[in-house]
């Protein structure tokens, strides 16, 4: 045994290393009293960052604030030495992501279980005001056939400071709530999204959202399209109101829990049973030691999401899986064109990259008609450029030719669309050049509006999502767009006069 595997840490002595993450390495190791205990020290290079550090007492102070026998428990910990620790019980098990790859779906009986022990656990992470916000089938472990919830290494209080930068999040595509996606308000109905997701792939051995790109996976959350069908019919209702694209639409924990143990595999309808929060009857064991285990590996980035289905003879012991490599250069995925599922909502456009885009097309439309050569030209050049990038980031295959004829084509018509208004504003009492310069602006106009103009759409709201999220949209359309706009509109009427 190494010099390394039998290094002293504080009052424990650390036997093997069990595990690596993102954050740090977990080790296998006994306490004074001769205990098994596990050990998660940070990284050297991760434990000079601040941040870093300030995750760690996160991911603490909130394991520490829950009480429940569904939730890992920290015993112990060392924060401001030279090598920051944590300490978890340790306790024998493997992870729900493992087991459903490596022996299929469960039977109903077993996602029952899994689904009330989960909700339960939910209901006491709430009730101490945590969020977990990125529960997953590799943060389930399964202990003698009970779910047992990890790693808070990116759980955060209600209404605690956010860690991450604006217009990042950290998590896994597939698990995360569609509002942790959009980078809008997070509360804890975005665990009981991921709670239906994960039971959803323990009942079916798929991810709720399709595999592939992230960026496929994730505009699939945000429109609500999850694989409901795929699920057992007694699970589809259930599952359908927990995975609701409004947060404010989703049941509680305390609700959702109510109905998972209405859940009836012969296909009765679920009635659902009174208030209570007490675990479900007939857990085994019963103590609450047994129940602990290691924290997992925080997920710091998005992966891919693209489950195979493993095969082992016998199952191996759980060994923390390292957190896994974003890759995000894949020109075979391609991102389907947006079909919005949710129904218009004024505030969310006037707060979103939306309303920048349309204070950018009123100023793009403005000063063509100041300028109707120049800007007619570049605004054509802009729109082919947008029509090159969804064709790269689209997911519907085309052809060049196919494309290039496309292109013509809706450039031909945003031409004829600005002679018909040249020819009717002749008709008028405004000069040759008033009504030309209206028509070089109807022809801007044209090629984001008129039939076919789509693709030019969905580039442009893919660019200003990824360059405006969340809160950045309405400092920008009311502080830099909304003036901008205003001032080329007048000063296009008063030319116009």
């Known amino acids: 045994m190494s010099t390394q595997a039998q290094e002293q840490l504080g009052p424990y002595r650390m036997i093997e290393k069990i595990g690596e993450g993102g954050m740090g390495v977990v080790h296998l190791g006994l306490d004074g009293a001769g205990r098994k205990v596990a050990i998660k020290v940070l990284h050297q290079h991760v434990a000079a960052d601040l941040k870093a550090r300030d995750r760690l007492v996160r991911e603490v102070e909130t394991m520490r604030r829950v009480r429940s026998p569904y939730v890992a428990e920290v015993i112990d910990a060392e924060l401001t030495g030279g090598r920051p620790y944590v300490v978890t019980r340790f306790a024998a098990g493997r992870t729900l992501e493992d087991t459903v790859l490596s022996q299929g779906p469960m039977e109903a009986r077993e996602v029952i279980r899994l689904a009330q022990g989960l909700c339960q656990a939910l209901v006491d992470v709430h009730a101490a005001g945590v969020i977990h916000r990125d529960l997953k089938p590799s943060n389930v ?101 927990a995975l609701e694209v409004d947060p404010a639409a989703r049941p509680s924990a305390r609700e959702l829990l109510r109905m998972a143990r209405a859940l009836d595999p012969a296909g009765r309808p679920a009635q659902a049973e009174g208030r209570g929060d007490r675990p479900p009857a007939g857990r085994p064991g019963g103590g609450r030691g047994d129940r602990r285990l290691t924290i997992d590996a925080v997920s710091d980035l998005l992966p891919p999401v693209d489950y195979a289905r493993r095969h082992h003879e016998e199952p191996p012991p759980y060994i923390p899986a390292p957190v896994p490599t974003l890759h995000v250069d894949q020109p075979k995925e391609r991102r389907p064109a947006p079909a919005p599922a949710q129904p218009f909502e004024l505030q969310r456009f006037l707060a979103g990259s939306g309303f920048v885009g349309v204070l950018a097309l009123v100023t793009l439309v403005a000063l063509t008609v100041l300028m109707p050569v120049t800007v007619g030209l570049l605004v054509a050049a802009l729109t082919v450029a947008l029509r090159v990038t969804e064709y790269f980031l689209g997911e519907t295959e085309r052809t060049w030719s196919r494309e290039a004829l496309v292109t013509g084509g809706h450039l031909l018509l945003s031409l004829a669309f600005g002679i018909a208004v040249a020819t009717l504003l002749h008709m008028t009492r405004l000069t040759v050049g008033h009504a030309e310069s209206l028509a070089a602006g109807a022809f801007t106009l044209g090629l984001f509006v008129l039939p076919g103009s789509g693709a030019v759409r969905w580039a442009a709201a893919h660019i200003l999502d990824r360059f405006l999220p969340g809160r950045s949209a309405t400092v920008v359309s009311v502080a830099v767009m909304g003036p901008i706009a205003l001032i080329s509109v007048i000063v296009a009427l008063v030319q116009g006069l």
């Not at 509360?187 to 592939?212: E, I, N, R, W, Y």
């Not at 992230?214 to 609500?224: I, K």
């Open 141 to 241: 472990m399964l202990v003698g056939g009970e779910p047992l919830v990890i790693d808070f290494g990116i759980a955060h209080l209600v209404n605690a400071t956010r860690l991450t930068l604006t217009g990042m999040f950290v998590g896994t595509p597939g698990y995360l709530a569609p509002e942790i996606i959009r980078d809008s308000q997070i509360t804890q109905a975005a665990d009981v999204h991921a709670l239906a997701s994960t039971v959803f792939f323990a009942a079916t051995g798929l991810p709720p959202f399709g595999t592939g790109a992230f960026e496929t996976v994730c505009f699939n959350t945000m429109e609500g399209r999850a694989q409901i069908d795929k699920a057992p019919a007694w699970l589809r209702h259930w599952l359908t109101q």
